[in-house]
């Protein structure tokens, strides 16, 4: 089993450039999420999904947009990159939402 | 409004000494689930303990104890004997009624050899 796998791991973006980083797990896991860590301030939730098809919004939505077209993929959007998404994106997975979260290695982003 | 403190930013000991790592939280939810993560310096996030809200029970697994008061609102993480591998930021999460994980800001703990 890979578990969850996370590309890139690393990006530079100019700013108001779009890109979308991956994310694929082989768990067979409903809830997959992705977080954003900034220094200081542990993670903090961007979107989420209980299930192929339904996403909805985590704390820090704006800016990013997500989809969840098979439970392994949950690929997390950015449409036009600013300095303020500049952090370190993590993606994870779980059996159930309140079950333990499985995270990827993570993909360090920076935006010029 | 849900709230989890970690007071300590950083923390730095001598190998073999005991340590402990707090966490206060802040919920109106009676149930609720408690977790603690470790991030070691390669950067990924491994997941350590998940306490329910009916379960006060302490837990001990090896070196790693965890004690979870209801009456005030902590769920704090003892390392006993200290390693240099145990050092990493710790982070405690809550999950509120959506099963969101509210993250605390991070105990970043030394170990020194």
């Known amino acids: 089993n890979a578990g969850v796998t996370q590309t890139p791991k690393f990006q530079v973006l100019k700013t108001g450039q779009s890109m979308t980083l991956q994310c694929a797990q082989d768990m067979n896991h409903e809830y997959m999420s992705w977080y954003r860590q900034d220094p200081g301030m542990g993670l903090r939730l961007i979107h989420y999904s209980v299930g192929a098809g339904i996403t909805d919004q985590g704390e820090v939505p704006n800016g990013y947009n997500v989809s969840r077209s098979t439970t392994e993929d949950f690929p997390l959007r950015l449409l036009s990159a600013a300095p303020s998404q500049t952090s370190v994106y993590f993606c994870a997975s779980s059996y159930r939402r309140e079950s333990p979260l499985h995270f990827g290695n993570g993909t360090r982003l920076t935006v010029t | ?113």
């Open chain 2, 1 to 113: 409004a849900q709230k989890v403190t970690q007071a300590q930013t950083e923390i730095s000991v001598v190998e073999k000494e005991d340590v402990t790592l707090d966490c206060v939280y802040e919920t109106r939810d009676t149930t609720y689930y408690l977790f603690w993560y470790k991030q070691p310096p390669s950067g990924e996030l491994v997941f350590l303990i998940r306490r329910n809200s009916f379960d006060e029970q302490n837990e001990i697994s090896g070196r790693y104890s965890w004690n979870f008061q209801k009456s005030t609102s902590s769920f704090n993480f003892t390392i006993t004997a200290s390693q240099v591998v145990d050092s990493a930021v710790y982070f405690c999460a809550l999950s509120n009624s959506n099963y969101q994980l509210i993250w605390g800001a991070g105990t970043k703990l030394i170990i020194k050899p």
